[in-house]
């Protein structure tokens, strides 16, 4: 993983076609406009992703990072969702501008989708061989037994035991793993150039947790796929991604490549997430004797703007500065911003 | 399969035993003499006596439940005191045309309340929604009764287009099945448009969308049957009420089915073939339960798989 890190650093300094970003996210902002009141679920955000990189985004429940990954092609419900302002770049066209019937062609052809649930993100009452045949002819205008015979090869590339039977199995018969395995399978149906997996191990078991990972970081090593990994779970950062995004109430924190990140976060609310993962043994924080320590408060309400910093609130840093303007992205190191006015004081223990 | 199926047929039988024994007792409770009525006006005491020998009458309650019992088993159900025979041949040759008429009014509310709830749900809180849901609200509030008298003052008396009385051709269905059907092609589209926006809204229809499926693709392949499930069970436990709306439609039309064979029963105390027809309502619903378990079982992945 150092490795592919030390490789993006190198590669983003000279740029170099092989490594340009097969998708670029500018200035995103997504809002839910209600009856009553609007949020701003995500606010000028922007970001890229490089071939055959995991490029994670992590925050609280809430920070906005599953409307992000939805509203790169389009998927939120509109209305009440309305993507306010913002380019999702793919090979030089904003797909934001694109026709619903051009994202189609899109959607499960160069980006795709791992869903969080693999209970309910199954169709209950239609055959998994089915559900990944019928991704195969939408976009490979393959026939209905080439479609199947595709689906076959997936079960088993996913490492699906006993492909060929498995076809005709309904949701329900299969496992969580094995669902969750069922959905890879779809989103890879296409070959697709970038992969949206959003939080793919929560709903799972920590040990076919492990083994899901595993699985799409052999897949995208074989492919060469982008992988947006959006999860809650540091862990699983540290395991597998090579560039991080923290959010926060909608907004961008804190980015860089993810040892920087995670070894001298550059903001508070980074540091808070840290803290507030259990460890064995040593840790990031030399203190593992240290109670688990919470952020205290809790995420702000989004219907209304908030003045400063939206952290502010629940920062131990914050001075007066923070509770009145907002702090922009600002560099810290190689590749890596912040968007905190304190953010040299991060790690000093207030 | 097999299991379950021989587990709800085995239930269907238990449900018939208890059904026809309250029946019974029912009958039992209500004053009259039956022999009296058997023997007819202008009869004297001796010859309801006789008549009371002869039935068995004046033997204990638990004799002649058995006797009923073994009866029914046998196919007899009593003698009827308006035909002086046994009820059965009366009752079936009635049903023809309430099978006709329920059968009817099941298609009109296949074709009529399904696309209703499905075009209700994909105009969520649009103006075909709105016309619709108020169209389910009003049909469900009037009496099926008084839909009948409007229609046929309308349809038949006004405008002189349908037939309102008796059976005289195909035409003649339409007005008492619509009738009939009324209320129930009103819950059939609330219930459809409410699960349909439930499964629009699930997890897997978004995966959907992400395989860059077309909407109509979408609804027809994906959500439609999902939402079936549901509306299919409430299609098939409401055609048992559709019988007990036939008994009031068919008087009001004056269709030759069993509801109106059971009015001019009741009103002349003719317990057999009352009781007969009671019997052949709850052996219909309880063959419609049965069937829609069946079908319930080949939509449903799931329950197939217990």
């Known amino acids: 993983m150092t490795g592919a890190t030390e490789a993006t650093i190198s590669a983003s300094a000279m740029p170099d076609t092989a ?30 992703v490089k071939r055959g990189e995991t490029f994670a985004v992590v925050g609280e429940s809430g920070s906005g990072k599953s409307v992000t990954a939805l509203a790169l092609t389009r998927l939120l419900a509109v ?58 002819e939408r976009h490979r205008n393959a026939s209905q037994s080439a479609a199947m015979a595709r689906a076959r090869e997936l079960l088993e590339l996913v490492r699906m035991p006993d492909a060929e039977s498995r076809l005709a199995v309904y949701p329900h018969q299969l496992s969580g793993g094995m669902r969750q395995r069922v959905m ?24 076919i947790q492990a083994g899901i990972l595993a699985l799409l970081r052999d897949l995208q090593d074989q492919t060469g796929t982008g992988l947006i990994l959006i999860t809650h779970d540091l862990a699983v950062v540290a395991e597998t991604a090579d560039r991080m995004m923290v959010m926060y109430a909608g907004r961008k924190v804190e980015e860089g490549p993810v040892d920087a990140v995670l070894s001298s976060p550059r903001h508070p609310y980074t540091e808070g997430l840290m803290g507030a993962v259990p460890r064995l043994g040593s840790s990031l ?6 109670p688990l320590a919470e952020i205290p408060g809790l995420v702000p309400a989004l219907d209304r703007p908030i003045a400063g910093c939206a952290f502010a609130p629940r920062c131990s840093y914050a001075t007066g500065q923070c509770r009145s303007e907002r702090p922009a992205l600002t560099t810290v190191g190689q590749d890596h911003v912040s968007a905190c006015f304190e953010h040299a004081r991060i790690g000093t223990s207030p | 399969m097999a299991r ?32 009296m009525y058997i023997a007819g006006p202008g009869s004297t005491q001796a010859e309801i006596d006789a008549l009371r020998e002869r039935l068995g009458l004046n ?67 649009r103006i075909p929604d709105l016309a619709i849901s108020i169209s389910v609200v009003a049909l469900l509030a009037i009496p099926n009764f008084w839909l009948g008298l409007l229609l046929i003052s309308l349809l038949s008396v006004e405008l002189g287009w349908l037939p309102s009385f008796g059976f005289t051709g195909w035409a003649s269905l339409v007005l008492p099945s619509l009738a009939l059907a009324a209320r129930l092609i009103a819950l059939v589209a609330r219930m459809t448009r409410g699960v349909m926006l439930e499964e629009l809204g699930r997890d897997y229809v978004r995966t959907a969308r992400s395989k860059g499926l077309h909407p109509s693709v979408i609804v027809i392949r994906h959500v439609l049957r999902n939402a079936m499930i549901p509306t299919v069970t409430v299609i098939g436990l409401q055609t048992g009420y559709l019988l007990g709306g036939s008994v009031v439609i068919e008087r009001l039309f004056a ?52």
């Open chain 2, 59 to 125: 033997d204990p309650v638990i004799v002649r439940y058995v006797r009923h019992l073994v009866g029914l088993v046998q196919g007899d159900f009593g003698t009827s005191s308006v035909f002086k025979a046994d009820p059965l041949s009366y009752i079936l040759a009635r049903v023809p045309a309430t099978l006709a008429l329920t059968a009817a009014a099941i298609l009109l509310t296949i074709v009529i309340g399904i696309p209703a709830g499905i075009l209700a749900a994909l105009s969520h809180n």
């Open chain 1, 285 to 290: 924080h030399a203190d593992a004797s240290k």
């Open chain 1, 184 to 207: 890879i399978a779809i989103a890879l149906a296409c070959d697709p150039r970038l992969l949206v997996a959003d939080e793919p191990t929560t709903a799972l078991d920590v040990t």
């Open chain 2, 255 to 306: 269709w030759p089915g069993i509801g109106d064979l059971m009015i001019n029963a009741i009103g002349q105390r003719d317990y057999a073939v009352v009781q007969g027809i009671t019997l052949l309502f709850v052996f219909g619903f309880l063959i419609i339960n049965l069937l829609v378990e069946v079908l319930y079982t080949f939509i449903n992945p799931r329950v197939r798989a217990v």
């Open chain 1, 19 to 48: 490594d340009a970003p097969i998708l670029r996210v500018s200035n995103l902002t997504v809002r839910f406009e209600m009856l009553a009141r609007t949020v701003q679920a995500v606010s000028d955000v922007s970001f890229e």
């Open chain 2, 4 to 35: 379950y199926l021989s587990l709800r047929i085995l239930r269907a039988v238990a449900i018939a035993f208890a059904v026809v024994t309250i029946i019974f007792f029912l009958f039992e409770l209500i004053p009259g003499d039956q022999a």
């Open chain 1, 79 to 136: 209305p009440p969702a309305r993507i306010a302002a913002g380019e999702v770049i793919l090979d030089d066209r904003d797909l934001l501008s694109l026709s619903e019937t051009e994202l189609r062609d899109i959607r499960g052809s160069d980006i795709a989708y791992i869903f969080q649930e693999p209970m309910t993100s199954l169709n209950p009452s239609m055959q998994i061989g089915r559900q990944i045949a019928e991704a195969v």
